[in-house]
């Protein structure tokens, strides 16, 4: 199809009722062959949708699609379900980079903010994270801890990744003691800290590890492997990578992306409709 631009882009978009865009339209545009690829990205992309509290039937609407006289199941996409799509889409396709690009820049001037690549990746860890401290916390009440051991068990795990207890970690990243940390990483310490929680959740269960002061030891020795490791690739600390936006005001961002995407298209679909009552108005009037 050649490379992604906004004004095919804009030109795809079909109207009934609401303003949409068909997946499978929209995947060729994206550089993408088959529908069986392309899908994945789709789901990926309603995860995320629901992640921010969207209903990903609003954003991503079950419909048939006729291709070469063929009927298929597809979806009818919203602007922001094509901005999604994009997000998530093969970056290493030039199409994909251009599609992301564009319509991440209508996104930041609809809501006068910038939106971030690592926006959605930053949200989706941080789901992952809230989950893997919900196993954590279930492995090590199996194992016999409860109450104050466990937040001593948790805080050795940030001991040995950063070489201090949480709370001196706060105060040195400048975080508001009464705020949760991990609301305040970049992606890549995010990710590191994931990596820590999940795997001191396994060291625990496979090792079937019993009492405080050894699932305490295990956790700081995974902390400690996990720093080293981000140390050797990156050769920053993890105690000295910088703080990110708190991440309850990128999920409002997007969400207001999505809203203000809709409201939009609202203004595009009444404009159109004036200009074809117009030009209808003004053949009546040559007839006359």
């Given amino acids: 199809m050649g490379a992604f631009s906004i004004e095919r882009f804009e030109a795809d978009c079909r109207q009934n009722g609401t303003r949409y865009w068909y997946a499978h339209e ?4 994206l550089g993408y062959d088959t529908w069986t690829s392309f899908q994945k990205v789709i789901t990926k992309a309603m995860g995320s949708c629901a992640m921010l509290g ?6 991503f609407a079950p419909a048939t699609y006729l291709e070469v006289g063929k009927s298929e199941k597809t979806y009818k996409l919203t ?5 999604l799509v994009s997000m998530h889409a093969d970056a290493n396709k030039p199409e994909v980079a251009k599609a992301k690009a564009a319509l991440a820049a209508i996104a930041a001037q609809l809501v006068e903010q910038q939106i971030a690549e690592s926006d959605l990746g930053r949200l989706e860890t941080r789901e992952d994270l809230k989950a893997a401290e919900r196993q954590m916390s279930g492995v ?13 068990f948790k805080d050795a ?4 990744m950063y070489n201090m207890s949480l709370r001196d970690l706060m105060s040195k990243k400048g975080v508001d003691p009464n705020k949760t940390l991990y609301d305040f990483m970049g992606l890549e310490e995010m990710a590191g800290n994931l990596f820590r929680v999940t795997q001191t959740t396994a060291k625990v269960r496979s090792g079937d590890l019993k009492g405080a002061r050894t699932l305490e030891a295990t956790a700081k020795g995974v902390g400690r492997e996990v720093r080293n490791m981000m140390v050797k690739n990156s050769g920053i600390a993890p105690e000295n990578l910088p703080i990110a936006e708190n991440i309850v005001k990128v999920k409002g961002r997007l ?5 203000a995407m809709k409201k939009l298209d609202r203004q595009i679909k ?3 409709e004036e200009a074809a009552s ?11």
Avoid: H
């Fill in 54 to 59: 969207i209903d990903p039937t609003e954003a």
């Fill in 157 to 160: 795990g940030f001991r040995g």
């Fill in 270 to 272: 009444r404009l159109t």
């Fill in 140 to 152: 090590a009440k199996t194992a016999g801890l409860e109450g104050a051991q466990y937040a001593f």
């Fill in 79 to 83: 602007r922001f379900a094509c901005f």
């Fill in 26 to 29: 929209f995947m060729r545009s």
């Fill in 255 to 259: 969400k207001s992306a999505n809203r």
């Fill in 278 to 288: 117009t030009t209808t108005d003004d053949i009546e009037e040559l007839e006359d």
